[in-house]
């Protein structure tokens, strides 16, 4: 057993709750794995073991979550290989690894993968949780589970329907959606994803609905009677009404959103993950060009940012997540998102870092016990140096994290340096 470690004080910080509220000026005491109070001031005083840390100018916040994550991707899209087969497992395996890692180090101490080929995610989750790498919380993700001749289905002809499954797992039916879902849950994914449509990102036409309600309920059924979750690629406002008709737990990106599905989105409490960012990255990597489906994806991504503000307002639960790994949008720079939804969707920084924080552990399934820095949840918090609401850039820059703790453990610690440097 590891000795006891002493209590970590964080005196005089600025508290970002994670629920939309601040606290100027409160003292943050992590006692093992957990904060243990969050007070004007230290209850009892030190102790002669505490680690005291004057934090004046300074902020402590939960750790964030990412809801849309794909450990292994990289460059997707950019060869012509089946989704999942572009490399062998074992470099994918690696990039996992490392993706997780850099993650983690970002201030995510939390992440609900979006799919990954292999059971990847599941040796992922189990590898972290006994310490063998560095890694956030994990929920992992299924395969894709897709109908044949989606509108991403490589198999054939160009690849002549090869044998290996990659990334998606091709279902058609009611049965052999139930059957993919409880394969995929066999081999430990907590998340089943769906590809519901094209569009977003995808080269297929957003119109396109790609299984049936009959295919999707069996799907969510059989997800839910395991105590699995289910998540879906939906790009049109039909198919987002008829995953919520049909109890699905996550919209991803969730394009033809307008009023109607902000209602039923409220009724139904179903978090969406708008991932604006590779559409407008990839977007601008090609400068003003069209390549057909660009066209759509300029005008969806227009009219997302039209309904975004709206949906926030009415408490649409949103969070951060994106395709990472895809074409043109590498892994790395996870809290580019942040910025981008406060300066080019305009929403207030406090409710993207709530969208980060104490959504994403709503999302995590965990809000019991992650997202907000409130006494008795698990330790998972940053340090920021400076003040994110301020400048939600601050969170861009990995060296103004002082901080990271996942459980009370640090991920990362430049906390020795603050000393010398009096705050803001
Ligand atoms: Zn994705």
Same mark, same amino acid.
């Given at each position: 057993?590891?000795p *006891?470690?002493?209590?970590?004080?964080?005196e005089r910080?600025?508290?970002?709750v994670?629920?939309?509220?601040?606290?100027e000026r409160?003292t943050? $005491?992590?006692?093992? #794995?957990r904060?243990?109070?969050?007070?004007?001031?230290?209850?009892?005083?030190?102790?002669?073991?505490?680690?005291?840390?004057?934090l004046?100018?300074?902020?402590?916040?939960?750790g964030?979550?990412n809801?849309?994550f794909?450990?292994t991707?990289? &460059?997707?899209?950019?060869?012509?290989?089946?989704?999942?087969?572009?490399?062998?497992?074992?470099?994918q $395996? $690696?990039?996992a690894v490392?993706n997780?890692?850099?993650?983690?180090?970002?201030?995510?101490t939390?992440?609900?993968?979006?799919?990954?080929p292999? %059971?990847?995610d599941?040796?992922?989750? %189990?590898?972290?949780?006994?310490r063998?790498?560095?890694?956030?919380?994990?929920?992992?993700?299924?395969r894709?589970?897709s109908?044949?001749?989606?509108?991403?289905?490589?198999?054939?002809?160009?690849?002549?329907?090869?044998?290996?499954?990659?990334?998606i797992?091709?279902?058609?039916?009611?049965?052999?959606?139930?059957?993919s879902?409880?394969?995929?849950?066999?081999?430990?994914a907590?998340?089943?994803?769906?590809?519901?449509?094209?569009?977003?990102?995808?080269?297929g036409?957003r119109? !396109?609905?790609?299984?049936?309600?009959?295919?999707?309920? %069996?799907?969510?059924?059989?997800?839910? !009677?395991?105590?699995?979750?289910?998540?879906?690629?939906?790009?049109?406002?039909e198919?987002?009404?008829?995953?919520?008709?049909?109890?699905?737990?996550?919209?991803d990106?969730?394009?033809?959103?307008?009023?109607?599905?902000?209602?039923r989105?409220?009724?139904?409490?179903?978090?969406v993950?708008?991932?604006m960012?590779?559409?407008?990255?990839?977007l601008?990597?090609i400068g003003?060009?069209?390549?057909?489906?660009?066209d /759509?994806?300029?005008?969806?991504?227009?009219?997302?940012a039209?309904?975004?503000?709206?949906?926030?307002?009415?408490?649409v639960?949103?969070?951060?997540?994106? #395709?990472?790994?895809a074409?043109n949008?590498?892994?790395?720079?996870? *809290?580019?998102?942040?910025?981008?939804?406060v300066?080019?969707?305009?929403?207030?920084?406090?409710?993207?870092?709530?969208?980060?924080t104490?959504?994403g552990?709503?999302?995590?399934g965990?809000?019991?016990?992650?997202?907000? $820095?409130t006494a008795?949840?698990?330790?998972d918090?940053?340090?920021?140096?400076?003040d994110?609401?301020?400048?939600? &850039?601050l969170?861009?820059?990995?060296? %103004?994290?002082?901080?990271?703790?996942?459980?009370?453990h640090?991920?990362?610690?430049?906390?020795?340096?603050?000393? /010398?440097?009096p705050?803001?």
């Amino acid at each position: 057993m590891a000795p *006891a470690r002493g209590r970590l004080v964080l005196e005089r910080a600025r508290v970002v709750v994670g629920d939309g509220s601040v606290v100027e000026r409160a003292t943050v $005491v992590v006692d093992g #794995d957990r904060i243990s109070s969050v007070e004007d001031g230290l209850p009892g005083g030190p102790r002669p073991d505490d680690r005291v840390v004057d934090l004046s100018g300074r902020t402590v916040m939960p750790g964030m979550v990412n809801c849309h994550f794909h450990a292994t991707y990289h &460059n997707l899209g950019a060869v012509t290989a089946p989704f999942g087969l572009e490399e062998p497992m074992a470099m994918q $395996v $690696v990039r996992a690894v490392r993706n997780l890692e850099t993650l983690v180090r970002a201030g995510f101490t939390g992440a609900v993968s979006a799919g990954a080929p292999f %059971a990847i995610d599941a040796s992922m989750k %189990a590898a972290i949780d006994r310490r063998l790498i560095v890694g956030p919380r994990l929920v992992p993700c299924s395969r894709d589970i897709s109908t044949t001749g989606h509108a991403g289905d490589r198999s054939f002809p160009s690849h002549w329907d090869v044998g290996a499954l990659g990334a998606i797992r091709r279902s058609d039916g009611p049965d052999e959606f139930r059957r993919s879902v409880r394969l995929e849950i066999k081999e430990g994914a907590e998340m089943i994803k769906l590809f519901i449509t094209g569009g977003h990102g995808t080269v297929g036409p957003r119109e !396109q609905t790609e299984l049936s309600r009959a295919e999707l309920a %069996a799907a969510v059924e059989a997800a839910h !009677q395991r105590g699995a979750r289910v998540r879906g690629h939906i790009a049109n406002k039909e198919a987002l009404l008829m995953a919520l008709d049909c109890s699905i737990d996550i919209v991803d990106h969730g394009d033809g959103m307008d009023t109607e599905c902000i209602e039923r989105l409220l009724e139904t409490d179903t978090p969406v993950v708008p991932s604006m960012l590779f559409p407008a990255r990839f977007l601008a990597s090609i400068g003003g060009g069209s390549l057909g489906f660009t066209d /759509d994806m300029r005008h969806d991504i227009e009219a997302m940012a039209a309904v975004l503000p709206e949906a926030n307002r009415s408490g649409v639960r949103i969070v951060l997540g994106d #395709d990472y790994g895809a074409i043109n949008f590498p892994h790395g720079p996870y *809290a580019d998102e942040l910025a981008y939804y406060v300066e080019e969707v305009g929403i207030p920084p406090l409710d993207v870092l709530t969208w980060a924080t104490g959504n994403g552990a709503a999302v995590f399934g965990r809000a019991d016990d992650l997202g907000t $820095v409130t006494a008795g949840k698990l330790a998972d918090l940053l340090v920021v140096d400076g003040d994110p609401v301020a400048d939600i &850039n601050l969170l861009r820059n990995p060296g %103004a994290l002082l901080a990271v703790l996942l459980g009370g453990h640090p991920v990362t610690d430049r906390l020795a340096s603050v000393a /010398d440097r009096p705050g803001g």
